[in-house]
């Protein structure tokens, strides 16, 4: 039974894995449900394709304890030849009615949040190493300094999708 069980996990999870031909680069890194203002996420990759077009994505995981219905992040792309393109996002993460967005059967959401390539077809302009850093700027209305502690917020993710199959 127990060697049944196995081989069907195993067999599910080469799948799950295969299905994702579009998956270029994908990681997170984890908090302990809180999101400090001075966390810079950052996450390094390699691409020396310039030719396809890819999608980026800046996923979060949060929970019910986000107090938002938003999120504002600031988001470095540095590029091989030392340019580095600086982009303030924001995005809705709950429903009118408080719920939150996003995919998830428990009260973890994931929200995979538009980074480059939809407002028409991004090719990275180099071939090299490059750098993605993400930060939050989260303020509460009427006050200008940042949330210190974003609650709710459990992991982050960067996420690179071929537009080609």
């Not at 996420?41 to 394709?49: I, T």
């Not at 091989?80 to 995919?103: F, Q, R």
Request: contains cysteine; hydrophobic residues 35%; glycine residues 8%.
């Amino acid at each position: 039974m127990l060697i049944r069980n196995s081989l069907i996990a195993l067999g599910l999870l080469f799948l799950t894995a295969s299905c994702d031909k579009k998956r270029v680069f994908d990681d997170y890194k984890a908090f302990n449900g809180t999101w400090n203002k001075d966390s810079i996420v950052s996450f390094q990759f390699e691409q020396n394709d310039t030719v396809t077009p890819y999608n980026m994505f800046v996923n979060i995981r949060n929970n019910n304890n986000y107090p938002f219905n938003n999120i504002f992040l600031i988001v470095n792309l540095e590029q091989p030849n030392g340019i580095t393109v600086t982009d303030t996002l924001e995005y809705m993460m709950a429903n009118p009615d408080g719920s939150l967005m996003g995919k998830g059967f428990s009260d973890v959401k994931e929200s995979k949040l538009w980074y480059k390539g939809f407002e028409g077809e991004y090719n990275f302009p180099k071939a090299g190493n490059y750098t993605v850093n993400i930060e939050q700027a989260v303020r509460k209305s009427g006050s200008i300094p940042g949330v210190e502690e974003l609650e709710g917020v459990t992991e982050v993710g960067f996420r690179i999708e071929s537009k080609e199959e």
